[in-house]
């Protein structure tokens, strides 16, 4: 099978960046996911041929690394391409690249095919054709999906947060509007909860220059979640999302 990357083009709206800023992690999260829903279809292995099959997609962990986010009004183009298989892990490439053609963020994505009967994932390279992936480099060398430093984040917090270094940013209960295909939240909420946890007067610039999430377990509307954050001494920073006591979701994040 050969196959191609897929392109997408955008105009950057108001809504995209909030106040006078830059592309919010929220949108990057968003274009990035569309255009490889996108492409899987094209490819025959998106959600309604899955779903088919008693199967479905699911985004586990993600690595963004930024240069510069476009403004209002910028045209830029989503470039995205599956990377092959590695364990438990069907891998995708991601780019954004401004009217120019010149690379302004990248990413990996790692997912899951989900079995929905059995409750676990499948080996991907069992199901996929070997050929479903294009022979082009990862956009930037040292992307590396996954956070798994010995106590960097705990499985669950007991008591109170503080306690353990974690400083709570705010709560929400899950609405209707946070829903995926899957029935739980969707991933680019995750990236948006887990970014918004850092105070803007810790943020310098506000510019985001590496967004690491692990998409740990799965919330449903109704449920009531807390963020909370904490800044290493490197000035890497840190944030959970929180089911009572449960880490579902963890990034680390670094800022300009």
């Given at each position: ?185 969707n991933n680019a909420h995750y990236v948006n909860w ?11 610039s506000g510019q985001a220059k590496r967004i690491k ?37 963890r990034a680390s994040t670094r800022w300009e």
């Open positions: 099978m050969s196959i191609q990357a897929l392109e997408t083009e955008h105009i950057i709206r108001g809504y995209d960046c909030g106040y006078a800023g830059p592309l919010q992690p929220f949108a990057l999260a968003n274009f990035f996911q569309e255009a490889a829903g996108e492409h899987a279809e094209k490819l025959g292995v998106g959600m309604e041929a899955l779903y088919s099959l008693g199967r479905t997609w699911m985004l586990s962990r993600i690595d963004i690394e930024i240069e510069r986010l476009p403004r209002t009004g910028e045209q830029v183009v989503v470039r995205t391409w599956p990377f092959g298989t590695e364990r438990i892990f069907a891998m995708r490439c991601m780019e954004l690249l401004d009217s120019q053609g010149r690379r302004m963020a990248g990413a990996l994505y790692d997912y899951f095919i989900y079995d929905i009967k059995l409750g676990r994932p499948l080996r991907p390279e069992r199901i996929l054709d070997p050929g479903l992936r294009v022979d082009k480099p990862l956009p930037y060398a040292d992307l590396s999906p996954g956070l798994h430093e010995p106590g960097l984040f705990p499985a669950e917090l007991t008591g109170d947060p503080r306690d353990a270094g974690w400083k709570q940013a705010f709560s929400l209960d899950v609405a209707s509007h946070h829903i995926d295909n899957n029935g739980h939240v887990l970014s918004d946890a850092i105070p803007p007067e810790e943020r310098g999430v692990d998409f740990v377990s799965q919330a449903v509307r109704g449920e009531h979640l807390a963020a909370c954050w904490r800044k290493s001494e490197s000035g890497i920073f840190h944030s959970i999302i929180l089911r009572d006591t449960q880490v579902i979701a």
